[in-house]
């Protein structure tokens, strides 16, 4: 007896949950199927059990149109390259942020050691193999980042983690030498600056659920901007070489514009990387890409928040 009302129970629970349940007509199991675009199907058009039949056909015994599918097969296909795409997205940013993760571990652990060995570190740069390391490292950098960035072949090619770990540890090496000319104190507040900017841009792009501010749609604003404040850096360094005027900077102002530039580059490949969405989507199997361009922006944001550091305390003791 138990059993049975177990069975009945079960039954009622079943029937009661089904998505193809009406309220509204509660002698009828198949009242209503809801298709895309909100159209409804007559529950006359199937049986008891899915199976397509005309209402027409049911009456006069002739079939006068062509049976209704119950199960679309493009739709089907739209379900499930959309489940294996989301899957392959998840992989993606996973990969990505390891990768991203393991270099800026890298790099961090370069930091440190400058920070350790600071004296010695300081009289390496002031020794003629200083700049020698430096510009060696800076073309080391420069090559392996645009042979992975312009050459797609070599970016997914057998041999991208070789040239990943080449990046990243020529970067570490010029981040070393850089971060080993200012206290620690200093440097310390820019790792923890940049870390927290990181991590907040992050959160937003993960969790903003509003498309008016989606972020994808400002990159070409963004990379044009970037060109305009490239472009008057070179000037500003060249106008000590070439006999044009003087091209006026100031530390404090142009290291501020740098940094939110550099937050915004950050916020916009986030976007990319996690939304798979905009004209420049990067596609699921370009996770070196992906992660280059996220330590790329992390690394120009540290640098820009370290020279702000180092110019306000130096006017705080002017």
């Known amino acids: 007896m138990l059993s049975r009302f177990i069975l009945v129970l079960l039954l009622l629970l079943l029937l009661l949950t089904s998505p193809l349940v009406d309220s509204h007509r509660p002698n009828s199991f198949l009242p209503h199927l809801r298709l895309r675009g909100g159209q409804n199907l007559p529950s006359g058009a199937y049986t008891a059990y899915g199976s397509p039949?005309?209402?027409s056909q049911s009456k006069s015994g002739s079939s006068t149109s062509s049976p209704v599918s119950l199960f679309n097969e493009q739709s089907i296909k739209t379900d499930?390259?959309?489940?294996?795409?989301?899957?392959s997205r998840k992989t993606f940013i996973t990969r990505v942020y390891t990768i991203l993760s393991l270099q800026l571990l890298t790099t961090g652990f370069f930091i440190t050691l400058s920070q350790v060995y600071r004296p010695q570190m300081i009289k390496l740069m002031l020794s003629s193999s200083g700049p020698l390391i430096q510009f060696l490292s800076a073309i080391i950098s420069v090559v392996s980042f645009f042979s992975l960035i312009l050459k797609p072949e070599i970016r997914k090619g057998p041999h991208k983690f070789k040239i990943l770990t080449i990046f990243t540890i020529s970067e570490s090496i010029l981040l070393?030498?850089?971060?080993?000319?200012?206290?620690?104190?200093?440097?310390?507040?820019?790792?923890?600056?940049?870390?927290?900017?990181?991590?907040?841009?992050?959160?937003?792009?993960?969790?903003?659920?509003?498309?008016?501010?989606?972020?994808?749609?400002?990159?070409s604003g963004i990379f044009g901007f970037g060109l305009a404040f490239i472009a008057y850096q070179?000037?500003?360094?060249?106008?000590?070489?070439?006999?044009?005027?003087?091209?006026?900077?100031?530390?404090?102002?142009?290291?501020?514009?740098?940094?939110?530039?550099?937050?915004?580059?950050?916020?916009?490949?986030?976007?990319?990387?996690?939304?798979?969405?905009?004209?420049?989507?990067i596609e699921s199997d370009d996770y070196i890409f992906g992660a280059m361009a996220l330590y790329n922006d992390i690394v120009n944001l540290f640098v820009y928040v370290l020279r702000l550091y180092a110019e306000s305390e130096r006017r705080g003791k002017d």
């Not at 499930?80 to 899957?87: C, E, R, T, V, W």
């Open 53 to 55: 039949q005309n209402p």
């Open 80 to 87: 499930i390259d959309s489940f294996l795409s989301a899957g």
């Open 176 to 219: 070393a030498l850089l971060t080993s000319m200012f206290p620690s104190h200093i440097v310390s507040k820019a790792v923890l600056t940049t870390g927290g900017a990181t991590l907040a841009v992050t959160g937003y792009v993960r969790y903003n659920k509003n498309p008016k501010y989606d972020l994808t749609k400002f990159g």
């Open 234 to 281: 070179m000037l500003y360094l060249t106008s000590f070489w070439l006999p044009i005027p003087r091209i006026p900077w100031n530390e404090m102002f142009g290291c501020s514009i740098g940094a939110g530039l550099a937050t915004a580059y950050l916020a916009y490949h986030t976007s990319l990387i996690i939304s798979g969405k905009g004209k420049y989507k």
